[in-house]
């Protein structure tokens, strides 16, 4: 079965502090993988997308990390400020047997920033 | 950059109401467009994927004669909650993508839809 499993489902870190947010999933036949901000009663706010032949993606103080192989994403926050708290969600875009894709999510991190 | 808007985004109505909500992408041609359902504090789960002209793909336990799906064209699809009951209180997302299953996907703001 394809799933994906983001550990942890809450975090709380002091402003300024650099944190990592982890992905994992289940089969390793992905098409591209992404990472989103969802706030509180609101829609999806695309941060990366990395496509399955690449290693890693940047955008500003955010970095994300694929490892196909060991099923693993990370995305990197530096210098976090209380404006990045909100729900990150991590989804695998799977192969399908018979072609075309999933798009399966994770239950998301909770990351509250305090000043 | 691709925009999917999405409307409306919030509907209150009584129970047994059939409630429409519309999907379009702005500024791309969406060959597969796809709906998802997401309750407080849990994750976004796939209901249901359409292509253009072709009957939606629905995921397993949900009731394609309840939700019915149409994608009449590239731009537009609709999603539409027949005779909505409190429990199909929920936060309604659809996205939409170009053709090839590499592209990402790009979502709307979503719908809030509640159930007197």
């Known amino acids: 079965k394809q799933e994906v499993t983001q550990i942890p489902a809450a975090l709380s870190v002091p402003e300024g502090e650099n944190l990592v947010l982890n992905c994992s999933f289940t089969?390793?036949?992905?098409?591209?993988l992404q990472w989103f901000r969802q706030d509180p009663g609101k829609g999806l706010t695309s941060l990366l997308l990395?496509?399955?032949?690449?290693r890693e993606q940047t955008s500003g103080r955010l970095n994300a990390s694929l490892d196909k192989s060991s099923g693993r994403s990370t995305l990197y926050i530096a210098a976090s400020q209380p404006g990045d708290s909100a729900t990150y969600l991590c989804?695998?875009?799977?192969?399908?047997?018979?072609?075309?894709?999933?798009?399966?999510f994770g239950t998301g991190t909770q990351l509250k920033v305090e000043l | 950059g691709a925009v999917v808007s999405q409307h409306p985004s919030w509907v209150i109505c009584k129970s047994g109401t059939s409630v429409k909500i519309e999907c379009r992408s702005l500024?791309?041609?969406?060959?597969?467009m796809f709906w998802y359902r997401q309750f407080p504090k849990q994750s976004l789960m796939l209901m249901a994927t359409?292509?253009?002209?072709?009957?939606?793909?629905?995921e397993q336990g949900v009731e394609k004669d309840k939700f019915l799906i149409n994608h009449a064209s590239l731009t537009l699809s609709t999603l539409t909650v027949t005779s909505a009951h409190p429990e199909d209180s929920s936060f309604y997302i659809c996205?939409?993508?170009?053709?090839?299953?590499?592209?990402?996907?790009?979502f709307g703001d979503g719908t809030r839809l509640s159930i007197l």
């Open positions: 089969d390793s036949a992905i098409y591209n």
């Open positions: 359409s292509n253009e002209g072709s009957k939606a793909t629905y």
């Open positions: 990395i496509q399955s032949s690449q």
């Open positions: 996205s939409a993508r170009l053709d090839r299953a590499n592209q990402p996907q790009h």
């Open positions: 989804a695998v875009s799977f192969r399908l047997t018979g072609g075309g894709n999933k798009l399966t």
């Open positions: 500024d791309f041609q969406a060959t597969t």
